[in-house]
């Protein structure tokens, strides 16, 4: 109850700032609209079903980037970290590449694919692929070696040692990884449906500036917000608590 207490009135400050700013009109209203009118542009994108067809293609595309950018990230990181000779040359190859912005990927990935759904799809993969395998390697390395010990003492091997030994002690590790890169997928995918007109929210979000509406602008920001929002706190923190339950690593109250 406190803590929905907190969320109530953080919220309600909020959107009486906003609707004070709104109603002062120290910016017109076509740049700073109101929240009723960001209220009906949302109702309105809903009602003609355009919203949700953005959305149903947004998450199609990033679901099947993030999925590939996870299985190539979980091979390159723990081959990384299982190889001083990889880990010497690509892993500082890797560091160096995340810092790298994801919409620098955009002009290669034109030459390569052409204006296209390839194209988006290799933005949003080199998005999260870097982030993902980081923290496979970052994973690996931190995960106590008597665990593989033990696992290798109680007859597993190969890929029977990793999936049912290594992978799982190495989770809590990766977890942190994982939604560092859906972050990074789902912001190259909106930045790469803004400069590639196809359907999507990026692509509404540009029909909202072309036509010089705000409300639209805005309320398609709060989607992609609240999207981004939903997948953080149903999946990652679910994942979270159930690591932190299954480990014994719930902080103590």
Sequence with gaps: MKRAAHYIIFYAA???LWTLLAELKIWPPYLFPTPWGVGQALYAGFQDHSYMIAIRVSMQRVVIGYGISVILGMILGLGVASNKFLEETMGGLLVSLQSLPSIC?????????????????????MGSLLSVTLAMEDGRKQMPKIFGQAGRNLGAKGFKLFWYVLLPASLPFIVSGLKQGWAFAWRSLITAEMLYLSLGLGQVLMMGRDLNDMSAVIAVMILIIAIGYVVDGIVFKGMERHLQNKWGLTPAT
């Design 14 to 16: 909020l959107f009486g």
């Design 105 to 125: 990927w955009w002009p290669l990935a034109l030459l390569w694919f052409g204006l296209n759904q390839n194209a988006i799809l290799f933005v949003v993969i």
